[in-house]
């Protein structure tokens, strides 16, 4: 089916109390794993690039590719700008066609961020499309993403007066995760989560959750996380699969035998999601 933006999606999550699994893909091959485990599952998925993944191959060809996946299958798809960068880009993604927009401002103080997150609110109102933003920093470093040390939580007052301002879609927050790999094991201020998931309205997003043991996810999702952001750990489940075919066939030349291994490991790594994110028959 065409592509869908990510407000009913999100909306039907809250309501229902379950999240959908946002996947960030880096190629073609990864787009497929992703939308036949959805398809399989008949669930709605969210597929999202980052600015350096866009830097590297450009929207138009992301899109493209989404967009002929999304097509052949009979769940909802949502294209999805991941931590855009800066208003320009935002803009960039939206008349490229992404059905979904991050402005991530959460760098800024909080009135530039405020400012910036509601002027691309604004920008992409007339085309409903929907815009997540964030407060508060989550940690770690993954590819130019970089939320520094001892990064900031969300303030659940702070929330309820950013999200009302702003009229943002849903809202990134800042529980204790963290971009990129854990060194140990992380630790959710879940019931910090529970006091902004009651100080706004808004579906909440968690970004980080590779490495989160699945049921701390769980515990997320059930005080009101809404959508649930997997990057890192796709790269791996991916890696994984072309390292296994080249070890086991180093003379290996076909693109084809090793990118269906990493297809076939991405697939099963997104239904495992799917079902911690309880969006498996949800489609």
Do not use: W
């Amino acid at each position: 089916m065409p592509f869908v933006t990510t407000k009913q999606m999100l909306l039907d999550a809250q309501k229902g109390h379950y999240a959908v699994g946002a996947f960030n893909v880096e190629n073609m091959e990864m787009v497929m794993a992703v939308i036949q485990a959805a398809e399989e599952l008949n669930a709605p998925v969210i597929l999202q690039t980052t600015p350096s993944t866009v830097k590297y191959a450009g929207l138009e060809y992301y899109l493209a590719n989404g967009k002929a996946a999304a097509e052949k299958v009979s769940v909802p798809v949502a294209m999805h700008l991941d931590h855009g960068s800066s208003f320009e880009m935002a803009m960039m993604a939206l008349r490229t066609g992404y059905t979904s927009i991050m402005i991530d401002g959460s760098q800024e103080p909080y009135e530039a961020n405020l400012e910036l997150s509601k002027r691309v609110v604004d920008a992409c109102a007339p085309s409903d499309i929907p815009v997540e933003a964030e407060l508060g920093k989550v940690g770690g470093k993954e590819d130019d993403l970089d939320g520094g040390e001892g990064s900031a939580y969300t303030d659940p007052e702070e929330a309820g007066e950013f999200t009302e301002k702003t009229g943002v879609s849903s809202l990134a927050v800042a529980i204790g995760t963290a971009h990129g790999l854990y060194r140990g094991e992380p630790k959710l201020d879940l019931d910090r989560l529970s006091e902004i998931a009651r100080a706004v309205s808004v579906p909440l997003v968690l970004h980080g959750a590779s490495g989160v043991p699945d049921e701390m996810v769980k515990k997320a999702i059930s005080r009101g996380i809404c959508k649930v952001n997997y990057a890192t750990e796709l790269r791996i489940a991916y890696s994984e699969g072309v390292k296994e075919v080249l070890c086991q066939a180093p003379d290996t030349i076909d693109p084809k035998k090793y990118g269906a291994a990493g297809i076939h490991k991405v697939k099963q790594f997104v239904m495992d999601k799917m079902y911690i994110c309880g969006c498996a028959g949800k489609g």
